[in-house]
């Protein structure tokens, strides 16, 4: 068992194959390297056609300043000179405020 050869005994399988069974093997390796790049190719296509960003529209921002206090502004036009309702602070509403450490300030 010491003298066998796996490559050598896939080759002599190989030769002694009928000759469409040849042309599989030699047909089939190629065709589906092909098929993977161009698969690859549609799917790198189809990711850089399309839109990343989420549909719709810009209605508020949220933005920190220097004091580290946040602000938050509104990108739709005010309808009768009243702005959007925003419920921004939990504590005015009689709630109890919370022993939690704030998340939204950077790191000491």
């Known amino acids: 068992m010491n ?3 796996f490559w050598s005994d896939l080759l002599d399988t190989f ?3 009928p000759d469409w069974i040849k ?3 030699l047909l089939i390796p190629p065709s589906f390297l092909l ?3 161009a698969m690859a190719m549609r799917f790198s296509m189809a990711s850089k056609r399309m839109d990343h960003g ?3 529209e810009l209605i508020y921002s949220v933005h920190r300043d220097i004091r580290n206090q946040l602000h938050v502004v509104s990108h739709l036009p005010l309808i009768d000179g009243s702005p959007a309702l925003l419920l921004l602070d ?3 509403s009689g709630e109890p405020a919370s022993q ?3 998340r939204l300030a950077p790191p000491a």
Do not use: F, I, M
């Open 3 to 5: 003298d066998y050869n």
């Open 15 to 17: 030769q002694s194959s």
């Open 23 to 25: 042309a599989l093997w």
């Open 35 to 37: 098929g993977l790049v």
């Open 54 to 56: 989420s549909k719709g």
């Open 90 to 92: 939990p504590h005015a």
């Open 100 to 102: 939690e450490p704030d």
